[in-house]
């Protein structure tokens, strides 16, 4: 049957009506946003599906390597990124042990590595050898003999909970000596900025924390408990004739830098990549764009940036001279951590002034600064009487002082000596 021209165009004309009203706003499914998941860790991997160049410079850092999980027999290389040391030096585990009897290791990308055994304590046999050091391929002595829980955690993990309770059962893994929890072996991205499940989910609704503050890096790169985190408190701990490690901000915090104009660690820094690999690593762990120049150039700090020196001296060579042992010293002025003191006190007595009378800390002046002595400034080049230090010219602290008192002068006599 044929439907009529008149017809067919009213059946239209009807669809059309339909059709119309079935896509009214008044009929539209109301979208109703998902609720937010609980706060909580999401891992690094997850922040690098956004943030892939930062996250390729922290793999590439030291950072996630303070604490690697052993996996059965197997020496965790595959954990440890190039150029690290553990990857380009491999350290056996201690003579007279396996893999298989450690959980995890301690560090292994820079200076050093240890061993934490399956009971949850750090390897300190009586015998000694218990600390691998990179720079001189050899064991060294860790606390011989004694027992050390691992209790580090707070600086070398992410998600860290004390669990100092007596009851192994709250511990990570049950382990007797492993007084806490954790998310992740290692400073990963949520140790700094916080739990990301909510920001991962909307980004845009939920922030993570930036806190680009030299008081925040301090909450870890200090000594003594609270040193960092409580300022005017921050000493400048001390042993064997060298500032210990992991006090850059007890250092800054009694340096010229710590001012209302001194730069602050993220100046300098850029805290997601390696400082120690910064050659051949993704990022600047040392900023080239910020200098010394950047800042002494006029005013009152003008000319300190140029120098008299010459030789290729640079700023660093004399102002952060490797005054901190973390693991390895050449010789007494030559340890493997640049200070962050940066004041060269030109004192004949050298380090007799650097430290308090029993050596546990750096002498502080009656404002509370600290300054790096002439020898540790200078034998890293030059030679003391008894021939030790570098490669460089002898020199006694007396001529050493001497010619400190013109290296940013210039005068009419030593502009020559550029």
Known sequence: ??????????????????LMSGCSDDDDPVVVDEDPPALAFA????????????????????????LTKIEGNTAPTA????????????????????????????????????????DGYIYTPATGENQWNFESESFANYHAGETKPYNCGSCHTTGWVDSDDGNAANNEDGMEGFLGTMFAGGVHCE????MG??????????????????????????????????????????????????????????????????????????PHASVVFDASTPGEGVSTTVTCASCHVDGAFANIASTTHGHGATCVDC??????????????????????????????????????????????????????????????????????????STKTLEELAARAATIHTYTTKNIALK
């Open 1 to 18: 049957m044929k439907l009529s021209k008149a017809l067919l165009m009213l059946l239209l004309l009807l669809g059309a009506v339909i």
């Open 43 to 66: 891992g690094s991997d997850v922040c690098g599906t956004c943030h892939a160049d930062t996250h390729d410079q922290w793999f590439h850092s030291g950072h996630p390597y303070k």
């Open 79 to 118: 954990d440890f990124p190039d150029p690290s040391a553990f990857a380009n030096a491999p350290a056996s585990p201690p003579a007279g042990t396996q893999w298989s009897d450690f959980s995890y290791t301690i560090g292994g990308f820079g200076w050093k590595m240890r061993w934490i055994q399956n």
């Open 191 to 194: 140790k700094c900025h916080g």
């Open 197 to 270: 499940s909510q920001h991962a989910f909307k980004p845009t609704a939920y922030d993570m924390t930036v806190d680009n503050s030299s008081y925040f890096c301090g909450k870890c790169h200090t000594r003594g408990g609270d040193n960092g985190i409580t300022p005017g408190e921050a000493v400048i701990e001390a042993s064997g004739g060298f500032i210990k490690h992991h006090e850059q901000y007890d250092e800054w915090y009694h340096s010229g830098h710590n001012s209302e104009h001194g730069p602050g660690c993220n100046d300098c820094h850029n």
């Open 319 to 392: 102002h952060m001279p490797q005054a901190s042992k973390s693991a390895y010293a050449s010789n007494i002025y030559n340890g493997d951590v640049s200070t962050h003191l940066w004041t060269i006190n030109t004192s004949v007595n050298g380090m007799a002034d650097m430290f308090n009378g029993d050596g546990t800390a750096v002498a502080l002046d009656g404002s509370s600064m600290g300054a790096i002595t002439l020898d540790f400034a200078c034998y890293g080049c030059h030679k003391d009487p008894d021939g030790v230090g570098g490669t460089g």
